[in-house]
T-cell receptor, first 112, second 112 residues
Framework: ELKVEQNPLFLSMQEGKNYTIYCNYS?????LYWYRQDPGKSLESLFV?????AVKQEGRLMASLDTKARLSTLHITAAVHDLSATYFC????????????FGKGTRLHILP | NAGVTQTPKFRVLKTGQSMTLLCAQD?????MYWYRQDPGMGLRLIHY???????AKGEVPDGYNVSRLKKQNFLLGLESAAPSQTSVYFC???????????FGQGTRLTVV
């Protein structure tokens, strides 16, 4: 059964600093999603990673996927307050089920 | 372009009452999903569908039923609501194959 673990679950950081959120998963997959959620809002798609070695960047966020290690990272460069949110990774189960399973999320708080 | 629309947005139920949540998408997506979100638990998959007339169990299916009679609609039913079903419910859809999944705005359900 597919399990998805994120760490850290909570992160408080200063503006201007760099940091990385990690997403590990337990079974083979080469489809990984990153979402952002603001308080009281729905989920906004950030990245869809479709193969081993995939790297995508948007502004100060960069996501990568290593399917052999079953690991994805979301790197934040020079954080700004507007990036404060909860970030979720989700993984597609690569079997007949086609389920999308989420991690518990990383609550990111960026201090001015 | 409405995307994914959930009805209702808020609801309060008494224990033992029944209700149906409606998810409608206008993107001609094959796959649809129902999740619940609870504090500290991330999003947990309740049921999902890989096409009209199909449904499958997710991670936490007990106490819920679903139907996908039309491709654009995915219904989530609670036959006898319990306080443990107090949650925020999200519907999502995608074209399958690891494509981007789009979320509705959520339904906040309280069972008293």
């Amino acid at each position: 059964e597919l399990k998805v673990e994120q760490n850290p679950l909570f992160l408080s950081m200063q503006e201007g600093k760099n940091y990385t959120i990690y997403c590990n998963y337990s079974t083979t997959s080469d489809r990984l999603y990153w979402y952002r959620q603001d308080p009281g809002k729905s989920l906004e798609s950030l990245f869809v990673l479709l193969s081993n070695g995939a790297v995508k960047q948007e502004g100060r966020l960069m996501a990568s996927l290593d399917t052999k290690a079953r690991l994805s990272t979301l790197h934040i460069t020079a954080a700004v307050h507007d990036l404060s949110a909860t970030y979720f990774c989700a993984v597609l189960a690569m079997n007949r089920d086609d389920k999308i399973i989420f991690g518990k999320g990383t609550r990111l708080h960026i201090l001015p | 372009n409405a995307g994914v629309t959930q009805t209702p947005k808020f609801r309060v139920l008494k224990t033992g009452q029944s209700m149906t949540l409606l998810c409608a998408q206008d993107m001609n997506h094959e796959y649809m999903y129902w999740y619940r979100q609870d504090p500290g638990m991330g999003l947990r998959l309740i049921h999902y569908s890989v096409g009209e007339g199909t449904t499958a169990k997710g991670e936490v299916p007990d106490g819920y039923n679903v139907s996908r009679l039309k491709k654009q609609n995915f219904l989530l039913g609670l036959e006898s609501a319990a306080p443990s079903q107090t949650s925020v419910y999200f519907c999502a859809s995608n074209a399958g194959g690891g494509t981007e999944a789009f979320f509705g705005q959520g339904t906040r359900l309280t069972v008293v």
